[in-house]
């Protein structure tokens, strides 16, 4: 089994910045593309960015030039550096990561979300 731990998440005021982390563990082999997806209250989970194992990185439009996402491969762990926070970057914010376990399956994995709130 496999498990991705988000941490980082809290509440900062507008024009701050975070920084989330999130670790995988259990029986893994690799990983493969790793990202961060959000949910605000009321809406549709959406694709923050996302980074693959050879370091190829994809931003949602509304976090480029602010947030920036990163990866320790060795540690199995991604990293979203969040600057220049906004109000609307409010929400629940998820990893996920594409995980090739001992089983030899590619499946895709969440984490718990940890919450992140901008005051204005």
């Known amino acids: 089994q496999v498990q991705l731990v988000e941490s980082g998440g809290g509440l900062v005021q507008a024009g701050g910045s975070l920084r989330l982390s999130c670790v995988a563990s259990?029986?893994?082999?690799?990983?493969?593309?790793m990202g961060w997806y959000r949910q605000a209250p009321g809406k549709q989970r959406e694709l923050v960015a996302a980074?693959?194992?050879?370091?190829?990185?994809n931003y949602a439009d509304s976090v480029k030039g602010r947030f920036t996402i990163s990866r320790d491969n060795a540690k199995n762990t991604v990293y979203l550096q969040m600057n220049s926070l906004k109000s609307e970057d409010t929400g629940v914010y998820y990893c996920?990561?594409?995980?090739?376990?001992?089983?030899?399956?590619?499946?895709?994995?969440w984490g718990q979300g940890t919450q992140v709130t901008v005051s204005s």
């Open positions: 259990g029986s893994i082999v690799s990983i493969n593309t």
């Open positions: 996920t990561g594409v995980v090739r376990t001992t089983s030899a399956y590619e499946t895709n994995y």
């Open positions: 980074i693959t194992s050879g370091g190829s990185k």
